[in-house]
């Protein structure tokens, strides 16, 4: 009689223990929505929404600073370049620059750009309003596609940067992949 | 303790079990499952050992001389993974199947099928880490931690490792389930949780942490996976991901992880000092909140392995006083084993010189985890040297130490011979000189800058490359020596004494027999 209840014990300890596993495994999973949340409200990884101004920003004509324009390719059968290597720019003054994709392959291919800045807080003072990775491009086979970006520093950017670099990568999208500001 | 003798006649029945292979293959005895979990991690104690005086010799002098970068890579990485979930953590494990129901007067561990199951998974494991190196692609090259996107893109061997790691993450939860309710459950009458022995007060807490922590492991090397294979994209940062949301899930685990390989140390040392200096334990209970302290602190200190992975400042400052704080109770326990060594009638045979050396050398890994732990200099010293020294100092003069110290303590128990006393104090003298001389000039070639996982290096760390390889080469060809030892106590024909050592007052010491029968405490002491 007393080892049958000492097993059940064994037993009803082995599930509990069972289920807190359990719920850990799906704590794992639940870290991912919670750091995405948490990334939005304290506004750190959000490169991928256009900016909006909410007031005029008055141009800092005393210093320049030379936006220096990288962009990368992961993986894709693409040509990306911009078509200036650098900018000169006074901070507060909207700058736009141009790049160009072709797509040297024979197959449609969707491509997503991630931006990346430097140094890492610059996007505390980049306002970008207009920029190809917004959304997925798809190029057709052969196709050349020149696409703007449209931004401004803000003038509250740190008197000691001269020069700041702005660079993207693409990645390819797997068909059926939603874009990442459609999810 | 009079009642001592009539409980130890009670085991004259003979111990029937299959004999040979099939004995191991399917045994669910406590005392058997721990014996195959230390000799498995005794060898992969040397696997990993053998990769890491591969990586000592590449290191020796400047230059590429033996391992090309690409298989060093896969060396400092297997090294890690091996080191960590094949030799401390099964080593710990075994302890406790040997220990745990004998020191609270239990027959065996409450589920023994499951018990020879969990062992019996890690023999897959290992395999499928070893023969990684053999695969197309070679073996997992991105770091123990195997962060994306570098493990998102290698080959075979990285969906070998991260399949061995989920086995190995199965085994340890079973393991600890295991664990926890044998001792919730089947402790002797009188044993009162506040009278158990400090070896297993930390191995319980231990075991909360494991399942608390490895099934989060579980979750992130499956994103992994299919992120790999099946297109999603938690880390792939086209999709939509982000690998330092892998970071932060890992170390989540990893920090947890880090002081699972150290609190069941901490309790074979609390069991070692008290028996040689001959008095008590000072202030148990307060190094049974001291264990809980240091466990549930490790939960919410983990981001502090990514200060330059990019957060916002306040994170920073909340990691590092977080992190900072663990040092209280940790240097509770080290003053409670000083003030048990104070005016204790101290003798020092091989078990307290390895628990001395722990608290020596352990303190100074703990320092240099505080030095660490500062944001502005761990932005210098990250993935220095610096790190690998620390973290050394605490796993391998820290938790490899403990484990020594208790497997010469309780080998009378299990073998029933005596170990050779003078090359028991030989092995701990080298071990000690060696140890030191492998890692303590790290620090130094840190501090000058020296990134970690490289195989070449600038000549101004030439010098102290090649002591350090020299201490390295020692302290492993010091490990044959325990071999030596661990086989010619089993192979003796004295006896051991029924009591070798006369401090000991835990159950195995008073109320069973040397060597320990195959079955033990059928019927539980009564514990007074």
Known sequence: ?183 | MAAVHGDVHGHGHDDHHPTGIMRWVTTTNHKDIGTMYLWFSLTMFFTGGFLAMGIRAELFQPGIQILEPELFNSFTTLHGLIMVFGAIMPAFVGFANWQVPMMIGAPDMAFARMNNWSFWLLIPAALLLISSFFVPGGAAAGGWTFYPPLSTQGGLGVDMMLFAVHILGASSIMGSINIITTILNMRAPGMTLMKMPLFVWTWLITAYLLVLAMPVLAGVVTMLITDRHFDTSFFNAAGGGDPVLFQHIFWFFGHPEVYIMILPAFGIVSEIIPTFSRKPLFGYSSMVYATASIAILSCIVWAHHMFTAGMPTVGQLFFMYATMLIAVPTGVKVFNWTATMWRGAMSFETPMLFAIGFIFLFVIGGFSGVICAIVPIDIQVQDTYYVIAHFHYVLVSGALFALFGGAYYWLPKWTGHMYDETLGKLHFWLSMIFFNMAFFVQHFLGLAGMPRRIPDYALQFADFNMISSLGAFGFGLTQLLFVYIVIKCIRSKEPAPEKPWEGATTLEWTHLPTPAPYHSFETPPVVK
Not at chain 1, 74 to 87: A, E, I, N, T, Y
Not at chain 1, 131 to 156: D, G, H, N, Y
């Open chain 1, 1 to 183: 009689m007393a080892t049958e209840n000492k097993v059940e014990n064994n037993l009803t300890m082995m599930k509990k223990l069972l289920i807190f596993t359990v719920v850990m495994f799906v704590f794992g999973y639940a870290m991912v929505p919670f750091y995405e949340k948490f990334c939005e409200v304290a506004g750190i990884n959000n490169l991928l929404q256009p900016d909006t101004l909410t007031q005029e920003l008055e141009t800092d004509t005393g210093r320049w600073v030379t936006i220096e324009l990288d962009a990368n390719i992961r993986g894709l059968p693409w040509d990306f370049k911009p078509l200036q290597r650098s900018v000169r720019i006074h901070p507060g003054e909207p700058v736009e620059v141009m790049y160009e994709i072709v797509n040297n392959s024979d197959r449609e291919i969707t491509g997503q750009a991630i931006p990346s800045y430097s140094p890492r807080f610059l996007d505390k003072h980049l306002r970008k309003f207009e920029c190809f990775c917004f959304s997925r491009q798809v190029l057709k086979p052969k196709e050349v596609k020149q696409m703007p970006v449209q931004f401004v520093i803000e003038p509250t950017l740190p008197k000691e940067f001269h020069t700041i670099t702005i660079s993207y990568t693409f990645f390819e999208l797997p068909v059926g992949t939603p874009a990442i500001n459609e999810k």
